[in-house]
């Protein structure tokens, strides 16, 4: 493992950005930047699979596992379903689930350290929910790229995070996608640092 190359930030040329929930401009990095660069930390050593998905109606959801070096972490990553405006038919679900794929790639990959440069405005750590050695039980939990292993939020906070969406007229989806965006998971797997964050961002709003 290169760790050094693993967390070399990236050049301008390769960052994008777009616009997100808030206001917020979002950085990032196509997912065949991030794969090339596990190709070289890891000198293509680094497998991939899709362990669980779930198709919602205007959404779908997969679990990742990236692999290498007997080091495992497992992250979320979702898309939204593509359909033709005027019947509403999916234009591709397939297409829609690679690009879930992709974006649970790109969040495991930053487990390891590629793109945490990306983050450097929220709480980035190392610890036992980002990962471990096959077998052991270290394999990351579903927390978000700003995880800090505070453990998964509890149910008094994903209660009162739903009363505050259904308040504002924001629909679970809206929520999840705004969650995706801002910490890097659905609303049920938020961790509870970032459950009391979103809950104060909605309450200011």
């Known amino acids: ?27 990032y990095v196509p997912g065949h930047v991030v794969i090339e660069r596990l190709n070289q930390a890891f000198e293509s050593l680094w497998s991939f699979e ?32 593509t359909r033709v ?30 793109g945490l440069h990306l983050y450097a405005d929220k709480p980035v750590s190392q610890n036992s929910e980002t990962g471990g050695r096959k077998g052991d039980g270290g394999e990351s939990s579903h927390s978000g790229n700003g995880g800090n292993g505070n453990g998964r939020l509890t149910s008094k906070q994903h209660n009162f995070l739903l009363k505050l969406a259904n308040e ?12 995706v965006e801002i910490y890097g998971s ?8 970032d459950a009391s964050a979103m809950i104060e961002s909605m309450i200011a709003q």
């Open 168 to 179: 504002r007229g924001i629909s679970k989806k809206e929520l999840n996608d705004q969650c």
């Open 85 to 114: 405006r005027e019947t509403g038919e999916m234009v591709s679900l397939a297409d829609d689930l690679k690009a879930a794929a992709t974006d649970a790639i790109k969040k495991a990959a930053s487990l390891f350290g590629i």
């Open 50 to 81: 899709i362990t669980a998905h779930e198709i919602h109606q205007d959404e779908v959801i997969v679990i990742g596992r990236l692999s290498a070096e007997d080091i495992t972490k497992t992250q979320f990553g979702s898309s939204k379903i």
């Open 1 to 27: 493992m290169n760790r050094q190359l693993l967390e070399q930030t990236f050049s301008e040329d390769q960052v994008r950005y777009r616009e997100g929930s808030f206001g917020q401009t979002l950085a």
């Open 186 to 193: 659905v609303v049920d797997y938020l961790t509870r640092q």
